[in-house]
C-alpha cells in the first residue's frame, strides 16, 4: 500500500523505515529541511539499534522516500498517519497544534478517499475532533471524497523501538469504520501473525489505551522506587523483594527495577497531561499526582547520598557514567542526569561526564565551564573524588573496579541504576552505594528490633493478646542480629 507519514522524529521514522520494510510504499513528511535531506542521503538522526541498516536498505530499494511538500504527501498516500509530537504546553496540556495542521492539510490535498491514522499520543476526543476538522476543509472545497479516522497508538521502547515495531505485543486499532478496519488489517498483515493480539475498539478506547498503559509503567516504576528507599532504612535488598514481588504472575517482573526515576519524553509528558485532563472533567489522579512526586523526588537521590558523603563538593572533580535517560538511545529528554548534574555545578564541582551515544544531545542542554565530555568511560574517571552511575549502559557493567579504583583520586562510586555487587566493588577498595539494598546491616536489625521491642503502647509488659507472636518476632530479629 501508498503510506504517507507526516512528522519524522521518533515514531514516524520509525513506523515509516519498517513499514517500508514489509513492503508498503513509504513516503516521510517534515517542515524541517536539514533533517530530510540527511534522511534522502541515509542519515538518521536519532540513534536507535538496527535502523541505520533499514533506513539505507529501503531507501536503496526504492520503497522508502522523504520531502518536505505535504500536498505531495497527502496526495501520494492512501494513508496518512499523523506522527507528529504532541509536546506539553506551558499547564502541562497536550499541544495539539501539530495534529491539527496535518488534519487541515489532509482535507485541503485528499483527492481520492483516505484513512487519516492518529499514531501520536493524543487525548481521549482528539480522533472526533480531526474528524470535524477534515469534513469542514473538505467542505470548503465542495469536494466530498468521503474518509475515516483511525487511533492506532504506538507502544514503542526506546532502544528497541524497531523490534516492538516489527514484533509487537499487540496492535490497538480504534475506528468506528468496516471500511477502515479492513485497509488497517491489510497494512498491518505481514506483522499481526497468529501470536500478536490485534484489539478493534472505538476511538476513544484506542486513546486512552495509551495513557492508562504509560501511566501504569510508571506507577510501578515510582511504587518500586519507593520500596527501594525504605530497604535503605530497614536492611532490605530492593533487587531480591523486586524478584519476590515479581515472580507472582499478577505483577510480573518487568519495570521493577529500582533506580534514580525514570524520563524520557512519554512517561513524563503523557502522566502531566491525563493529570490535566482529568481535572477538566472534574477528576483528580491522586495516584498519578503521587507518581509524579515520587519520580520527581528519585531523581535527586543519588545527589543527595554525595551530598551526605561529601557534604563540600568545592573544587571537587565528580564523574558521570550515563547521561541519556534510559541505554540504548541517545535521548535526553526529562533526563535525570540533567538535574543532576546542574545541581553539582550549583555546589561547585566540576564533571567529567561520558555516555557511549547521547554526548552530542548532552552538550546541546548542558553548557557549562564546568563540564568535561570524556572520550571514553576510564578518561572520565581521572583525578575524580567520586564516581555516578546514572544509566545501565552494558559497557559500564563490563568495567574493571580496580582500574576504576586507581584512575580515581578518591574512592567513592554511587550506583544510580544498581548494575553491580557491593561485594565485587568493595574488593577494589572502593565504598559503593546503590539504591534500596543493604548498607550497615547490623544497625539497622538493632533499630528493627527495638521497633518491635516499643510498637504498641508501653512495649510487650503489658500485652496479653499478642504477647507471644510479639515475642517470637523479637527472638527470631536478634538471632538473625547475634548470627550476623
Excluded at 521518533?10 to 517534515?30: P, Q, R
Excluded at 535488598?237 to 510480573?252: E, F, Q
Aim: neutral net charge; aromatic residues 8%; hydrophobic residues 40%.
Amino acid at each position: 500500500m501508498k503510506i504517507t507519514i507526516v512528522g519524522t522524529g521518533y515514531v514516524g521514522l520509525i513506523t515509516a523505515v519498517c513499514f517500508s520494510e514489509i513492503g508498503h510504499d513509504v513516503m516521510g513528511i517534515d517542515i524541517d529541511e536539514k533533517k530530510i535531506k540527511k534522511l534522502q542521503k541515509g542519515i538518521a538522526p536519532i540513534y536507535e539499534l538496527g535502523l541505520d541498516e533499514l533506513l539505507s536498505r529501503n531507501l536503496k530499494e526504492g520503497r522508502l522516500k522523504f520531502d518536505t511538500d505535504i500536498k505531495k504527501g497527502i496526495e501520494f498516500g492512501e494513508v496518512v498517519f499523523s506522527a507528529v509530537g504532541t509536546p506539553p504546553d506551558m499547564n502541562h496540556w497536550a499541544d495539539l497544534q501539530y495534529v491539527e495542521a496535518v488534519a487541515k492539510n489532509f482535507g485541503k490535498y485528499a483527492n481520492d478517499y483516505k484513512l487519516f491514522v492518529n499514531k501520536s499520543t493524543v487525548p481521549v476526543g482528539t480522533g472526533d475532533w480531526c474528524y470535524q476538522i477534515i469534513k469542514e476543509a473538505l467542505q470548503q472545497r465542495g469536494v466530498d471524497f468521503g474518509f475515516d479516522v483511525v487511533g492506532n497508538p504506538e507502544f514503542l521502547r526506546e532502544g528497541a523501538a524497531v523490534k516492538d515495531t516489527m514484533d509487537p505485543d499487540r496492535i490497538i486499532i480504534g475506528t468506528h469504520s468496516k471500511k477502515a478496519r479492513e485497509i488497517m488489517q491489510k497494512i498491518y498483515s505481514p506483522i499481526a501473525k497468529s501470536t500478536v493480539p490485534v484489539l478493534y475498539t472505538t476511538l476513544e478506547n484506542a486513546e486512552l489505551i495509551k495513557y492508562a498503559a504509560n501511566s501504569f509503567l510508571a506507577t510501578k516504576i515510582s511504587f518500586i522506587n519507593q520500596m527501594a528507599n525504605f530497604c535503605e532504612r530497614v536492611g532490605g535488598d530492593i533487587t531480591v523483594v523486586a524478584k519476590g514481588i515479581g515472580m507472582d504472575k499478577r505483577i510480573g517482573g518487568r519495570f521493577l527495577h529500582a533506580g534514580i526515576g525514570y524520563g524520557g519524553s512519554c512517561f513524563p509528558k503523557d502522566i502531566k497531561t491525563l493529570i490535566q485532563h482529568g481535572k477538566a472533567f472534574g477528576y483528580d489522579f491522586s495516584i498519578l499526582e503521587a507518581v509524579e512526586q515520587v519520580n520527581s523526588g528519585q531523581k535527586e537521590v543519588a545527589f543527595e547520598k554525595l551530598m551526605h558523603l561529601c557534604p563540600d563538593l568545592s573544587d571537587k572533580t565528580i564523574a558521570v557514567w550515563g547521561l541519556s535517560f534510559k541505554p540504548k538511545t541517545d535521548d535526553m529528554r526529562e533526563a535525570p542526569s540533567v538535574k543532576l548534574i546542574k545541581k553539582l555545578i550549583g555546589e561547585g564541582a566540576k564533571v567529567n561526564c561520558y555516555d557511549p551515544v547521547a554526548m552530542e544531545n548532552a552538550k546541546a542542554l548542558l553548557k557549562s565551564g564546568s563540564i568535561n565530555f570524556a572520550k571514553d568511560a576510564y578518561e572520565a574517571l581521572k583525578n575524580a573524588d567520586a564516581l555516578l552511575i546514572l544509566t545501565e549502559w552494558d559497557t559500564f557493567r563490563a568495567a574493571d573496579p580496580t582500574r576504576i579504583k586507581e584512575l580515581m583520586k578518591g574512592d567513592i562510586m554511587i550506583d544510580g541504576r544498581n548494575i553491580f555487587e557491593a561485594e565485587e566493588i568493595e574488593k577494589s577498595g572502593l565504598k559503593y552505594f546503590s539504591v534500596g539494598r543493604p548498607d550497615n546491616i547490623n544497625q539497622k536489625r538493632k533499630l528493627n528490633i527495638q521497633w518491635l521491642k516499643n510498637r504498641g503502647h508501653g512495649g510487650i509488659k503489658d500485652k496479653t493478646s499478642d504477647d507471644a507472636e510479639v515475642r517470637s518476632e523479637i527472638l527470631m530479629a536478634e538471632k538473625i542480629s547475634e548470627n550476623s
